[in-house]
């Protein structure tokens, strides 16, 4: 009974929610990434979208105007990460908030030691703070220009802390659900987390002490040294969009996030790590 009231909703929602072919292909076609999905996972991402719309609400800031395409671009890649994963994965907020321009300002306060309240201005790029509001600059999500190898992706990098932020605390261990990572251990996952992280820090560490420009910069973003959080987004954008890089620098982290994502970017070639 519940079942069938669940396949109805869902039909209801993915009929209410339907979008044009043209607005979908158009909102995948920057992105290279979407190509090494089968027909079948592309029609499945489509329906998830669908109801990811239904659930979610867009917003713009600053005069900047949501379309269907803007709402499709963001929704497509927010919700590759929860492919085999479930929509429950983004539950517990609802807001998606995109303004136009690279970053938004914000003014923020902070107090010394000596209690003397210190203002700045700060810039957003994109902000996940548990539970509030997702915010993302439309200019970082259309950095990855077409013909260009894309070297990050600011919508992937806030649905991750979103995921991560499931288990309480974005600190890089998202939670391993009974469903979808049954064998999946909290010891593996922060041995593997954590391993690869040092050796991160260390390559950052060893980039900066050279004296950072002049000097090839780390496969990763040294951003993601920041802490365990901010590696856990980073990475995860890495498996998606250059998965053969990160396969190739830390291929037990590849198996890892190939296992917690339930989705194998390399195909076999990343089977064997
Ligand atoms: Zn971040």
Known sequence: MFEALARWRRRRLLEKYAFPDKDW???LAPFRFFDRLSGEERRRLRELVSLFCAEKEFAGA????????????IAAQ?????LNLDLAFYRDWRSIVVYGGEALKVRREVMDDAGVVHQYEDEIVGEAGVGGPLVLAWQSVMEELPGEEPVCNAVIHEFAHRIDGLSGETNGAPPLTRKFHAG???????????????????EVGRWEARGERGHEMPLIDPYAAEDAGEFFAVVSEVFFV??????????????LLARYYRQEPLGSEGQGA
Do not use: K
Request: proline share 6%; aromatic share 14%; charged share 25%.
């Open 242 to 255: 250059r998965p053969s890089e990160l396969h190739g620098r830390f291929p037990e982290l590849y198996r």
């Open 78 to 82: 927010a919700c590759l990460p929860i």
């Open 25 to 27: 292909d158009e909102a």
């Open 62 to 73: 600053g005069g900047f105007e949501v379309t269907l395409r803007v709402q499709l671009t």
């Open 184 to 202: 999946m251990t909290r010891a593996d996952w922060q041995a593997t987390m954590r391993y690869a992280y040092d050796e991160f820090c260390a």
